[in-house]
Nanobody, 131 residues
Framework: QVQLVESGGGSVQAGGSLRLSCAASGYTDSNYCMGWFRQAPGKEREGVAAIGGDGITSYADSVKGRFTISKDNGKNTLYLQMNNLKPEDTAMYYC?????????????????????????WGKGTLVTISS
């Protein structure tokens, strides 16, 4: 089974930056759909960013221009560079992956994560942004 472990969360003031990492193990296929999702207390889980097996990325409108998703296939690691953080970015951030989803599905998973779900999930890393 694929295992995903997030790291890099923490507390930072508004305007600051964080870089989240997701170490993947249990598979060697680098063509997974992978993404980042987040959930704030009392709110529905939302998609943040995804990258398909072809390397094409997609982002939620709320993070475009501020967040960048990337992956290092050699290290089986997914990253989320978060710049100009805002208090509304405060949430538990989850890494997710699925071997059988094309880039279009990845985009759908970001827009509607409760419908277009991915198979494998990490336990999350907490990001707290103060004003």
């Amino acid at each position: 089974q694929v295992q995903l472990v997030e790291s890099g969360g923490g507390s930072v003031q508004a305007g600051g930056s964080l870089r989240l990492s997701c170490a993947a193990s249990g598979y060697t296929d680098s063509n997974y759909c992978m993404g980042w999702f987040r959930q704030a207390p009392g709110k529905e889980r939302e998609g943040v960013a995804a990258i398909g097996g072809d390397g094409i990325t997609s982002y939620a409108d709320s993070v475009k221009g501020r967040f960048t998703i990337s992956k290092d296939n050699g290290k089986n690691t997914l990253y989320l560079q978060m710049n100009n953080l805002k208090p509304e970015d405060t949430a538990m951030y989850y890494c997710a992956a699925d071997p059988g989803r094309n880039p279009a599905y990845c985009r759908l998973s970001i827009r509607s994560p409760n419908i277009y779900t991915l198979n494998y999930w990490g336990k999350g890393t907490l990001v707290t942004i103060s004003s």
